[in-house]
């Protein structure tokens, strides 16, 4: 793909972290930035009707793919902005891209990476942290959904507990390392071990989680941070690009690597705070 042509996940990201830094400040340039970024995702990326009346959109300009993943992504900042600024257009793409989601998800709980396109070979692929997209994404919307559309606000709160219980039993160890996939357990990566803290954090902090899953996945993130700490950090401070049994990869990778588990680390240093300043103790897994 050519570096002048946008992609999906970049702009979502863009959008993503613009709002929250807008909502945070209410500096009108951030707002600004976000809309821009959504006014991408909406304009200029190719777009799939479905009989259902769904909608999913493309990765880039240049096909007409259907990524679970980014279309629950996509839905998830197009509805929260589109709601903020009464924006028709983000609101309608926002839904279709919603439904899309829902629609796609397996009757085991679980979402694939993407839709089998005719005349292209295809194959199921079941992930860990393309699954931590989903739910993330999914975990936002529903308390935004629950004021306008509380049927809507349902079937999401069902997906979700239905996707968290399929990532819990399907794409962890025992002993609390994300696996790559379903039945795949390396290659250990950085988005692998930085979305699933992301994720377990967004979810036990979302009230239609069940309260046993809830408790599970606390428990989990604890495990999660340390074996990502105990495994992928390096004695500079950098993250490992990926870890396999017998070799490790170091490429120093912003993207691939840094940025995402300095992310996580913040979430979980929140957190962790959050729960002390109510009261509660939680035992870290952390270790120096």
Same mark, same amino acid.
């Given at each position: 793909m050519p570096v002048t042509i946008g992609a999906a996940h970049g702009n979502v990201w863009t959008a993503n972290a613009f709002y929250s830094y807008y909502q945070l400040t209410k500096d009108p340039w951030a707002l600004a930035h976000s809309i821009r970024a959504c006014e991408y995702l909406v304009y200029c990326l190719n777009s799939t009707q479905h009989p259902s009346g769904s909608q999913s959109v493309s990765y880039t300009v240049l096909d007409n793919s259907q990524c679970i993943n980014i279309n629950a992504e996509i839905a998830s900042v197009l509805i929260r902005l589109g709601r903020h600024i009464s924006h028709e257009d983000f609101i309608k793409l926002g839904n279709g891209t919603l439904h899309f989601t829902l629609e796609t998800q397996n009757p085991d709980g679980s979402w694939g990476y993407d839709m089998p396109l005719p005349d292209r070979p295809w194959a199921p692929n079941i992930d860990g942290f393309h699954t931590g997209m989903v739910l993330s994404a999914l975990a936002a919307l529903v308390p935004v959904v629950q004021t306008t559309d509380p049927e809507l606000a349902l079937q999401c709160s069902s997906a979700l507990n239905k996707g968290a219980r399929f990532y819990l039993d399907n794409l962890f160890t025992p002993d609390g390392q994300p696996m790559y996939a379903v039945k795949k357990r390396y290659p250990l990566d950085p988005y692998s071990c930085g979305q699933a803290? @992301?994720? =377990?954090?967004?979810?036990? !902090?979302?009230?239609?989680?069940?309260?046993?899953?809830?408790?599970?996945?606390?428990?989990?993130?604890?495990?999660?941070?340390?074996?990502? @700490?105990? =495994?992928?950090?390096?004695? !500079?401070?950098?993250?490992?690009?990926?870890?396999?049994?017998f070799r490790k990869i170091r490429l120093k990778s912003l993207r691939c690597a840094q940025a995402v588990l300095c992310l996580a680390f913040i979430r979980y240093s929140q957190f962790l705070l959050n729960r002390l300043n109510v009261g509660s103790s939680p035992k870290v897994a952390v270790k120096s």
């Open positions: 803290m @992301i994720t =377990l954090i967004d979810l036990c !902090d979302e009230n239609s989680i069940d309260k046993g899953i809830r408790g599970r996945m606390e428990s989990l993130l604890h495990q999660v941070a340390d074996q990502t @700490i105990r =495994l992928m950090l390096e004695p !500079d401070g950098s993250f490992l690009t990926a870890r396999y049994p």
